[in-house]
């Protein structure tokens, strides 16, 4: 390969770097947001502009090329330059692929992780190509590949997740024992010296992290920080201890929301002075080879890349350039919120929508955790025990929790834990140079804190569990995959040379467009999709007025899926079926979620309103008959197409159209009633219901005939059976709900809301 072709790489790595600094901080976002976001210390707005100048500074101050990428996995000694950037290229494709399927998914993984398992995967396919065309003496490849430093960081990443859950979960414990949920009640001083720890932490932090090394932090102030550690932390201590209560004495500012603001500000800067080098470590190295094999005069498959092996400093202009990159998509990213409301969601406090369904080993690892706990508590004396549950007790209401999506997921004393523990653990694996990734760090540590916090009760444990396993599960996946990948691109660019890197280029920016544009279609149906309303009426009537939105909601839908299952049907569209599964099944999905909002919604009333809970209870049943009737004929339909049955005959089709036709025109009388609240309507469906039944009854009496007299297929005969018996429940479980309604309805009583 000429010249040119290397020159064009570079340009593509250039490319490549963009991109990933977008996919990266999208799913970086959730190391320094999720505490702010959860705790709601401070708006929206104000947690970006300081996560911005956090990010910005960082950037500006990064301490240079990231030594990983140089030659923390690989001897650069012992490649060439043609070697070098197949290398570098095959980890870069990979990257961008890799961070944004986890993006879209909404999970937040470890960039760090991601580049050194690309590393490693990309080195060692060139590795052994060399080798085989070598001595193919394969016990060699020891002295291409730092095995001691990929040793180092597993093991490292491995005890990281551990020990922060851990050391969360501990910290949180005893700081809810001290300070409980009803923390703005203690004096003072109690929230100072909690203030004089948090903070000095996290300056801490911000020196060891974020500024070691740089220009702004002098040569003499970091070794001093290094060699007395101790006194350095102590006079912090003293200094902020001060502070922080002059504050809340005399000028009367929240302490926590300081330290928030604080901790947001300098996980932020630290991600951009140290994890920036995930995104454009390796492309700035692969540009530092090119012009250092330009200038050298030799062939690309001789020049030996040990100079890789001294440090270089990164230029300022292109520090400045990608902090701006970050800040700019950390503003528009809607992927970014995505995965910080992942982390959100399974540290919330209070129960909601869980996104994770149990499994096997989650509800195993509750049951042993509710042994152990039931144990520990046997040895510890009631006293004691009565007054560390006094400490957990929650404030929060149940009119509040109906309402959960407008609360704090969790309060500010949590918020502040997250962010002291995640600095101080940061800090201390950063001085004593042992590897970690800052994302499993924060994660773990606002995981263990939420369980300390007692936010993983009985009726969330399991999918919590769930929740963080799929996440774990999805770290180690990264690793794996991040390997593979990079070894198996490594190996096709070898082979393909010029035409497989094109091809390979073109291939991931299909897939990441593909995604951004399925996300943004999902992200706007979500907005325009119109979901399922919570009842907080106090009484019959009020009920039926705020409900009526939802029945003409539901029926609508019901409409619709049942004629795309008889379209489905007569065109053998897989497709359609398939699409119209999901929908039934997400419409009872909402469903379930208004039944098991039944608790919150009684605990609202009053003894005068006690007959709504009756109503809104029986509404819920009918509702759900629904559902479940759709869902059916939506699941057999689907699985009879699937599976290459026999097609319904002519005549079958057209009977289910008749009652289709039928069905649509009584369901879109009910929308109409319930949207325009003429409930005097509805007498007039109800005596218009025996005529669909009739027609039900009379397609059952024919496929009778039809099955006795004619030759068919089992399992035609049993899914149109099926089809036709279900349609007369949906029709039956309406028919209740519209009775229901028109029975209650009083026009001359003023509905009762709750305040």
Partial sequence: MGENIYFFMIIALAVLAVTDLIVGVSNDAVNFLNSAIGSKAISFKTIMIVASIGIAFGAVSSSGMMEVARKGIFNPSEFVFAEIMIIFMAVMITDIILLDFFN?????????VSIVFELLGAAVAISLVKIYAGDGNFTHLTNYINTDKATEIIVGILLSVVIAFTIGAFVQF?????????????????????????????????????????????????????????????????????????????????????????????????????DLVNFIGVPLAAYESFVSWSNSGQLASEFNMQGLSVSVQTPTYL?????????????????????????????????????????????????????????????????????????????????????????????????????????????????LKLPLSTTYVTFMVAMGSSLADRAWGSESAVYRVA???????????????????????????????????????????????????????????????????????????????????NIANVVKRTSKIYSNTINGLAKQDLNLLKKNKKQGSKLATEIEDLRNHTFYFIKNLEEAHIGASNFYINAMGHLTDISQSLEYIGKVSHKHVNNNHKKLKYNQIKELKQIDYKLAEILENTSNAFEERSFEKIGTILNNKQELYDLVSQKIKLQVERTRTEESSPKNTTLYFSILLETKDLMTATMNLLEQYYKEYDEKIEPARLD
Avoid at 483 to 490: D, E, G, K, P, T
């Fill in 104 to 112: 879209t998914l909404g999970m937040p993984t470890s960039t760090t």
């Fill in 174 to 274: 005893f700081t809810r024992v001290l300070l409980s949920f009803k923390f703005e009640n203690k004096p003072k001083w109690v929230g100072a010296i909690f203030g004089g720890m948090a903070i000095t932490a996290i300056i801490y932090f911000i020196l060891i992290k974020g500024l070691k090394g740089t220009s702004i932090l002098s040569p003499e102030t970091s070794m001093f920080i290094g060699d007395n550690p101790e006194i350095f932390i102590l006079g912090n201590f003293l200094l902020w201890f001060a502070l922080s209560w002059v504050v809340t004495r005399f000028l009367s500012w929240n302490i926590y929301v300081i330290i928030i603001i604080l901790g947001t500000f300098a996980l932020a800067m630290a991600f951009a002075g140290n």
């Fill in 319 to 431: 520090l400045l350039a990608s902090g701006v990159v970050m800040v700019v998509t950390l503003w528009f990213s809607s992927k970014a919120k995505n995965v910080v409301k992942t982390s959100v969601d399974l540290s919330r406090q209070d129960e909601g929508d869980e996104r994770f369904e149990p499994n096997f080993l989650s509800r195993q690892i509750v049951k042993f955790s509710i042994k152990a706990s039931d144990n520990l508590n046997g040895l510890i004396p009631a006293g004691l025990q009565k007054r560390i549950n006094g400490q957990f007790e929650k404030p929060t209401s149940y009119a509040q929790k109906a309402k959960v999506k407008d609360l704090p997921a969790f309060d500010l004393i949590r918020a502040s834990v997250n962010l002291m523990v995640a600095s101080v653990l940061i800090s201390l694996a950063t001085s």
């Fill in 467 to 549: 929740g963080v396993l799929n996440v774990i599960g999805g770290w180690f996946f990264t690793a794996i995959v991040a390997f593979v990948a990079a070894s198996l691109i490594a190996y096709i660019i070898h082979l393909g040379g010029i035409y497989a890197i094109a091809a390979l280029l073109v291939f991931a920016f299909i897939l990441i467009g593909k995604n951004y544009i399925s996300h943004t279609r999902k992200l706007k149906e979500s907005k325009e999709e119109e979901k399922l309303e919570r009842a907080e009426s106090s009484s019959v009537q009020g009920v039926i007025e705020e409900s009526a939105k």
